[in-house]
């Protein structure tokens, strides 16, 4: 019995549409109403989350649509699930809500069970965790730690600061507040605060306005596709962004303290990388003495058939620091080297320091995940909608191009002829019942939950199918 | 009449039981344990969230401890409040917590009354909008972020984006990035991450190491105590810093964007200003075309007897930024065109959490309900007065007492940081869970049904620590 059936018996079989528009009358004036205290500009719908299911999502009118996109690709088991559900009810789970702890100072007699349950699903040769509330969170807190640890190893781990330090960092100067940097690619997103928004790369309406840290910015790998037939322009791309990266080392006018990079740049466009391209980063990060931070905020917890993205390249040593969130529920970053966490307390700190609740949701979703085996059915459901899509791509070349994600389970993207034509697509797929998401200019990108199976892919394909048919 | 902590917490013990030194010996090895897979060094003991109560935080030894210092002043209601523990078990929480939404996009069907009966049924006056964040850190960003959008679209007009700034802003380039500042104060702190703490001033050990914005910062009242016997001299520090800042706005090289103060300084040692002051820099702020932005991440939340502490000062900012004690961050603003002129400017993923909304909810209308401002008024004046007797009695080690009529929001000044960290530790070890600020202060952040009963046996564990110094 699929996962779906044994436990969401009650899942719909297929989309149910019922107004002319989404949203409908009921979500209008519900949007209408909120706009009133909240900024709505960005909202395709209100979602009923009680009479959601699975992988179909319902709205204030009761349309049912398939989702695809799960809350920009947050969702990690389906709406409802059983299983968090009952961790949600749990009586731990409401006695770490109501007697929120700030964990750096008085954790509670169960959080060290929290910490380990979380570690057991740990990405290969990453020893520890530090817990944050969102990506850009979790990003931002990996750069303290690794700026932490720059700056130690030029001192010296133990030794104390000079008071030249203590007094020039209270007026934001070096060499209390060194000038250091961290490099970032082309096209990436690592989140919208100000040092994350500073690493960000994707799309100007990300980072118009905001004040930002002068860190380099080098060139992710564009590849032809399909890359079987183009693998040495591949190759060569490779060979191209990494001696960038190597002159950013060589040339940029204060120390690179880190690269952070998505193991598949997600809202950038899904722009995938080889294996080489990532041990190369590997390489140069270990040969300027920088850390390497892997940002598997979107591409973790299973979407791609690992639960780590980035460990099918294998790196070797394994990344420095690996972040997370999202799917997760939770955030943070793994990490391995004890040198990471600083040599004093109150340096890596803030009132909560995490969050318990979602820490526990996280340990279920992973738990869940490899109980029921669901790397294993993601993959074999990505394997069928690829060559699904391959199919699609064949019989509208116009329309589909650089179908992308072979071999990654669901996490797959298409681009389309334009802007325009795929803001339209995605609006009729609405219409056709399927909740689906855009990324960068072009693109269009899947980001199911790891609940999705081959009947679901098949109500995609069905209405993908019907959708192109009229463009 | 039963008090507010009778009614809420039937078992909360009468007075501290203290069983071991504090960290005892199963606190000891369950830090021993933890440590191999979390950094402990900033643990005290490791707490039994199960056990404690109301007012009273239990550890693993089973002491029950008088907590003044509540997870940081984030305990709004107490332990296990059954008020709180009722919205943790309801079928709307499991459904926010299983379905977590990208707020932004898909907000649920139940998040406008949600908002309305809760954090907005408790905004400041005249503040009709929200924006809900994560942390107090990202609440002060994120209205970081709404002031540089806010002062560019005024610049820019109906203009559209240019080429260049669209081109440029990719590399971190001006004109697409920007080179305006936000100004902040001399011992102010507003959280850690890079935005935040580029405007945080409160310590060296909160800011080494981590790469920061060029960014200004302005002198905070330094004030005499008593407040009373020294009007004319802190009437003139006030002045002095209302000058030092018109100075800095006027002489900085680019456009200060926004000024963020909190209204009583936290971390930084529990500094306070007048109506005088706050109002000189509404003034100041208008007159420059800056938007003022109150933190009130760690006054916010009732301790000062209003709900929002600078409506003590009767003035009227930007922007409001909460954490904490609300449980759920985020900001208040009243003109829509602080959103910017375009969506997806101001966002991300999830923009909050609706687990959070509904505890927050739940905390807002137990203070309207139970009249906890009140309370928490009449005790702070209670507590203030027996602090002003042991100030008087303890003269050399009790100074600069302050927060009067502020509610509990109190605090004092020692002779030195490690007296007061020998004096903070006595007080433990008999009972009382109680925090520092700044350089040598001991700040008081109890819970808002906090009563005199506790009053009485924080004012016996004060003293008995204070004569055995």
């Known amino acids: 019995m699929s996962y779906t059936a044994k436990y969401f018996p009650t899942e719909p079989t297929e989309p149910k549409v019922l107004t002319e528009t989404i949203p409908g009358p009921n979500g209008q004036i519900g949007i209408k109403s909120l706009s009133e205290v909240y900024d709505t500009r960005c909202t395709y719908f209100l979602a009923d989350y009680e009479k959601s299911i699975g992988n179909y999502i319902v709205d204030s009118d009761g349309n049912t649509l398939l989702d695809v996109y799960c809350q920009v690709a947050s969702i990690p088991l389906g709406y409802n699930n059983p299983t968090l559900l009952k961790v949600a009810k749990s009586d731990d789970m409401a006695r770490v809500m109501v007697n929120r702890a700030a964990l750096g100072n008085f954790a509670g007699v169960d959080y060290e069970k929290s910490q380990r349950n979380l570690l057991k699903f740990a990405p290969k040769g990453q020893k520890y965790i530090w817990n944050a509330l969102s990506g850009a969170d979790a990003n931002e807190l990996a750069f303290k730690a690794v700026f932490f640890n720059y700056q130690s190893k030029k001192r010296g781990f133990s030794n104390g600061f000079t008071t030249e330090e203590e007094k020039s960092c209270m007026e934001n100067q070096a060499p209390g507040n060194p000038e250091l940097a961290v490099l970032s690619f082309n096209k990436a997103f690592h989140g919208r605060l100000f040092a994350s928004g500073s690493v960000t790369r994707s799309k100007p309406v990300h980072k118009m306005d905001m004040p930002s840290f002068k860190w380099p910015k080098a060139e992710f790998p564009s590849y032809k596709y399909p890359l079987d037939e183009n693998k040495d322009f591949n190759d060569s791309e490779d060979v191209r962004c990494l001696e960038i990266v190597e002159n950013f080392f060589k040339t940029w006018h204060c120390p690179i303290a880190c690269i952070i990079v998505e193991p598949i740049q997600s809202e950038g466009g899904d722009n995938h990388a080889s294996r080489t391209f990532f041990q190369g980063l590997r390489d140069l990060t270990l040969k300027y003495g920088a850390k390497l931070i892997i940002d598997e905020v979107q591409t973790g917890c299973g979407g791609t058939g690992l639960m780590w993205d980035h460990e099918r390249y294998e790196l070797s040593p394994p990344a420095d620091l690996v972040t997370f969130s999202k799917k997760m529920q939770s955030a943070g970053y793994f990490f391995h080297d004890e040198e990471l966490v600083p040599n004093m307390p109150y340096r890596q700190f803030n009132t909560w320091c995490g969050d318990q609740r979602l820490m526990m949701l996280s340990a279920a979703i992973c738990q869940e995940i490899q109980d029921e085996d669901l790397l294993k059915s993601i993959s074999t459901t990505g394997d069928y909608l690829f060559g699904e899509l391959e199919k699609l791509q064949a019989k509208y070349p116009t329309y589909l191009a650089k179908l992308r994600g072979k071999g990654k389970a669901c996490f797959i993207a298409f681009d389309m002829p334009s802007g325009t034509i795929r803001d339209s697509f995605l609006k009729k797929m609405k219409l056709a019942g399927v909740n689906m998401g855009g990324c960068a200019e072009l693109g269009v990108r899947l980001r199911p939950t790891l609940t999705f199976e081959v009947k679901h892919a098949k109500v995609l394909i069905d209405a993908m199918s019907k959708v192109l048919s009229t463009l | ?469």
């Open chain 2, 1 to 469: 009449m039963s008090t507010i902590a009778e009614k809420y917490y039937p078992s909360e013990p009468e007075k501290p039981v203290i069983k071991t030194a504090i960290p005892g010996p199963v606190s000891q090895e369950m830090l021993k344990q933890l440590s191999g897979v979390y950094d402990t060094k900033a643990s005290y003991y490791v707490a039994d969230y199960y056990n404690s109560i109301g007012n009273y935080i239990c550890d693993a030894d089973g002491n029950m401890l008088l907590d003044a210092y509540c997870q940081i002043a984030s305990i709004a209601l107490g332990y296990n409040n059954p008020e709180i523990l009722k919205t943790t078990k309801s079928d709307q929480m499991s459904v926010a917590l299983a379905n977590r939404p990208a707020l932004a996009c898909f907000p649920s069907t139940d998040y406008y009354k949600i908002l309305e009966e809760g954090l907005l049924a408790v905004a400041p006056k005249g503040f009709t909008r929200v924006l809900t964040a994560h942390t107090g850190s990202d609440a002060n960003e994120m209205a970081f972020k709404a002031a540089f959008i806010w002062q560019a679209t005024k610049k820019r007009g109906d203009a559209s984006f240019t080429a260049e700034e669209l081109s440029s802003v990719m590399d971190n380039k001006l004109p697409g990035t920007s080179d305006m500042v936000i100004l902040s104060f001399d011992k102010g702190f507003h959280g850690r991450l890079f935005g935040s703490l580029s405007t945080t001033r409160s310590k060296a050990i909160h800011k080494l190491d981590i790469p920061a914005f060029n960014w200004p910062k302005a002198p905070y009242p330094a004030l005499k105590y008593p407040l009373e016997e020294h009007e004319a001299e802190n009437r003139a520090e006030e002045q002095r810093c209302l000058d030092a800042f018109e100075t800095i706005v006027s002489q900085w090289p680019g456009k200060i964007a926004a000024t963020i103060i909190e209204p009583v300084q936290s971390e930084g040692g529990d500094n306070h200003a007048s109506p005088f002051f706050f109002q000189g820099l509404r003034d100041l702020t208008t007159k420059h075309g800056i938007l003022y932005i109150i933190d009130e991440v760690q006054t916010g939340g009732g301790a000062s007897g209003k709900m929002w502490l600078h409506e003590h000062y009767g003035i009227s900012p930007d922007i409001v930024t909460f954490s904490k004690k609300m449980q759920n961050a985020g900001f208040y603003f009243k003109d829509k065109e602080i959103e910017g002129a375009m969506p997806f400017r101001q966002f991300n993923t999830w923009c909050g959490d609706p687990s959070k909304a509904l505890i927050a909810r739940t905390i807002c209308q137990e203070i309207m309900n139970n009249d906890l401002l009140d309370n928490t008024s009449k005790v702070g004046a209670y507590l203030y007065s027996k602090l002003e007797d042991i100030q008087k009695s303890y003269p050399k080690l009790v100074s600069n007492l302050r927060g009067k009529d502020r509610g509990h929001f109190i605090s004092w000044t020692m002779p030195n940081a490690s007296i007061r960290d020998k004096f903070l530790f006595i007080c433990r070890q008999n009972g009382l869970n109680i925090g520092a600020c700044g350089d040598e202060s001991v700040r008081l952040r109890p819970t808002l049904t906090f009563g005199v009963k506790h009053t009485d046996i924080l004012i016996d564990i004060v003293s008995k620590a204070l004569s055995q110094l």
